[in-house]
């Protein structure tokens, strides 16, 4: 692979969760920084996010049948916004019967393939897609910019009309402070978690590693920790394990679910035995996040009101 290519944040919008995790696999296999959107709504607020915090999306491959909002709806949306426009979009269909010129014509469609694609015949496609828009733009050189502190409040926009939602309600949770603290050292990840958290009404902050997590926890004491296992200078497990150590001497517990890259047999053993109380497989769902971080911090609140 080119080295101008390698590490370029790809995104993959599909609402079937076995093509999302092949993709994810594939994507992550050949170097691409990815994430993945299960809806195309999800997938524009997304990429709203990733713009409003100055993070270049370098690529989108978009399923075409899709639920709500289908392909022709979120290609027509991402070349409506000056913003995004400029992103290549590699479109899959399950069946070749779609106006593929028309789309180009109206909304700048990349490329188009054929569920099930082969692996090097979408590898090349998406260099291709990425070399193509960085000669356009004037960019050589793949460029990692440092994240901003994101805005107080996020919406995700439902729904094929760009209309924004009321902001939710917070969950009512015990006493001030952080809601959560995220230990997560891949920029793309860090942006799916801040839009989650952010359109639950959650505080949160962000550490970029093991080492950073155990010090953020000493002054933050959050309620809730999302902890990914793989990280440099101290895994998750390390940091886990040291945090563990401290609440023995202070008699508190602050719920740790593991964040895991692949659903191994094995993994939420591990987690477990590093003194984690629950483990969550990436690519993360909104929906399954949401309802762990529910549990744990009801369960949390429910420990400090009896106490």
Request: proline fraction near 7%; include cysteine.
């Amino acid at each position: 692979m080119p080295v101008d290519v390698t590490g370029a944040r790809v995104l993959v919008i599909d609402d079937n969760p076995v093509n999302r995790d092949i993709l994810l696999e594939q994507l992550r296999s050949w170097g691409f920084d990815c994430a993945a959107a299960e809806s195309g709504a999800i997938g524009l607020a997304f990429l709203d996010r990733a713009a409003q915090l100055g993070a270049s999306v370098d690529c989108v491959i978009l399923d075409y049948q899709m639920p709500g909002m289908n392909g022709a709806d979120v290609a027509k949306a991402i070349a409506a916004d000056s913003r995004t426009s400029s992103i290549p979009v590699v479109l899959l269909t399950s069946v070749d019967q779609i106006d593929f010129s028309r789309m180009v014509l109206d909304f700048g469609i990349a490329a188009h393939l054929t569920k099930p694609a082969r692996s090097a015949v979408l590898l090349g496609t998406v260099i291709a897609a990425v070399q193509k828009a960085r000669s356009q733009s004037g960019r050589t050189q793949f460029v990692r910019e440092p994240l901003r502190a994101p805005p107080a409040a996020f919406t995700v926009i439902r729904g094929p009309a760009p209309a924004p939602l009321a902001q939710p309600e917070p969950m009512p949770l015990q006493g001030a402070g952080l809601d959560v603290l995220v230990a997560e050292d891949n920029e793309v990840n860090q942006l799916v978690f801040g839009q989650i958290l952010s359109g639950l009404g959650l505080s949160h902050r962000i550490a970029g590693n093991g080492r950073t997590a155990v010090e953020m926890y000493r002054t933050f004491k959050p309620k809730l920790i999302l902890m990914d296992v793989s990280m440099p200078e101290m895994n998750g497990y390390e940091a886990t394990r040291a945090i563990r150590a401290e609440e023995t001497q202070s008699g508190s517990r602050t719920p740790i679910i593991g964040v895991t890259a692949h659903a191994l047999k094995g993994d939420r053993e591990k987690c477990l035995d590093a003194g984690m109380d629950d483990y969550l497989p990436k690519p993360v769902s909104p929906d399954k996040l949401s309802a762990k971080i529910g549990t744990w911090l009801s369960e949390s609140a429910d420990l400090v009101r009896s106490a």
